[in-house]
Nanobody, 122 residues
Framework: QVQLVESGGGSVQPGGSLRLSCAAAGFTLDTYAIGWFRQAPGTEPEGVST???????TYADFVDGRFTISRDNAQNTAYLRMDSLKPDDSAVYFC????????????????RGQGTQVTVSS
């Protein structure tokens, strides 16, 4: 069964950190660009970060150096390390893949996960 499964979300105080994981099953990640996206209630999904097959990375402006995306093809898993979290970062975070990075960034996912909730609150 082909799926992406996110984990690592939770509730943290402002300034805290989380590391999200995106594990692939039923296919291998090595030929896919990977992206992390987030969606807060009542809003459209927005891109957070992407990593290409050659490990080139992009980040949304709001990340401002606080997050780090990575991939481990041997583990068939991608990660998003999030530091200095703010209340505005609260959302469901999900990962998605596509063979073409441009396609991924336009939201045309080949596969996507269900997401993991991140809540930042004091």
């Amino acid at each position: 069964q082909v799926q992406l499964v996110e984990s690592g979300g939770g509730s943290v105080q402002p300034g805290g950190s989380l590391r999200l994981s995106c594990a692939a099953a039923g296919f291998t990640l090595d030929t896919y660009a990977i992206g992390w996206f987030r969606q807060a209630p009542g809003t459209e999904p927005e891109g957070v970060s992407t990593i290409s097959t050659t490990e080139s990375t992009t980040y949304a402006d709001f990340v401002d150096g606080r997050f780090t995306i990575s991939r481990d093809n041997a583990q068939n898993t991608a990660y998003l390390r999030m530091d200095s979290l703010k209340p505005d970062d609260s959302a469901v975070y999900f990962c998605a893949v596509a063979h073409d990075l441009d396609v991924l960034e336009r939201g045309a996912f080949t596969y996507r996960g269900q997401g993991t909730q991140v809540t930042v609150s004091s």
